[in-house]
């Protein structure tokens, strides 16, 4: 049998906490080692969730013998974290969306091109956002269905959540075009739309395709 791949986690809020870290630790084929933040709330938080430790760098994961990494931070952070790791010589899954810009400098000169994801090459982490109602769904709409809708709709009288990266659209977008894709393979058209409620915070955000 294999030996496990040795893995961490970096950031802690809402995708790393309640997404990432509980799905790492549970996976049979890894050894999940520990969350990097400096946040001093999130260190005190990955003590109260987890067995493992909160690492001050990638540099201090990397010597606890990582063999790859999750990425789980603001949009605006994922290209210089993913440099890093690279340089580090980690594997590196890195969630949507990659960068801001459709042509971020994603990867440092001085690294020889990679041949495959095992090789390094950042890949995003497209199993997390299809549980199996979804997967059901695919093999039910295959090659039959003219149109798709997906969408995150959201109600809370609370404010939402800050604006990161590219805002809401490049943010939370980049799922719905990952799932549309995901479930209704290459499409000839896009539309998409938000609307907003007259409260802070309430909005919803629709995708569709054909």
């Known amino acids: 049998m294999p030996a496990p791949i040795r893995i961490g986690l970096v ?6 906490r309640y997404f990432h870290a509980p799905l790492l630790a549970s996976a049979p084929d890894c050894e999940f080692l520990g969350v990097v933040t400096t946040s001093p709330e999130r260190r005190r938080q990955v003590a109260a969730d987890l067995a493992c430790p909160a690492f001050a760098s990638l540099q201090e994961l990397a010597s606890a013998g990582a ?13 210089t974290l993913t440099q890093q790791a690279l340089r ?24 020889p ?10 890949e995003p982490p497209l199993g997390l956002g299809l549980p199996d109602p979804a997967r059901a769904a695919r093999q039910r709409i295959a090659g039959r269905a003219d149109r798709l809708r997906v ?11 800050p604006a990161a990266g ?7 977008g980049s799922h719905l075009a990952d799932q549309a894709l995901v479930l209704a393979g290459p499409v000839s058209g896009v539309y998409a739309e938000m609307h907003y409620r007259s409260e802070p915070g309430g909005w919803m955000t629709t ?3 054909r």
Request: aromatic fraction near 8%; include cysteine; charged fraction near 15%.
């Open 151 to 161: 969408a995150f709709e959201r109600f809370r009288p609370d404010s939402g959540p």
């Open 166 to 172: 590219g805002g809401t659209l490049l943010d939370f």
């Open 113 to 122: 091109a990679a041949r495959s994801p095992a090789d390094g090459l950042p």
């Open 11 to 16: 950031g802690y809020g809402l995708g790393g």
């Open 207 to 209: 995708f569709s395709s």
């Open 67 to 79: 063999d790859a990494v999750a990425i789980s931070t603001p949009a605006a952070t994922h290209v």
């Open 88 to 111: 580090l010589g980690l594997a590196v899954s890195c969630d949507k969306p990659f960068a801001r810009t459709p042509t971020p400098p994603a990867r440092p000169s001085s690294l």
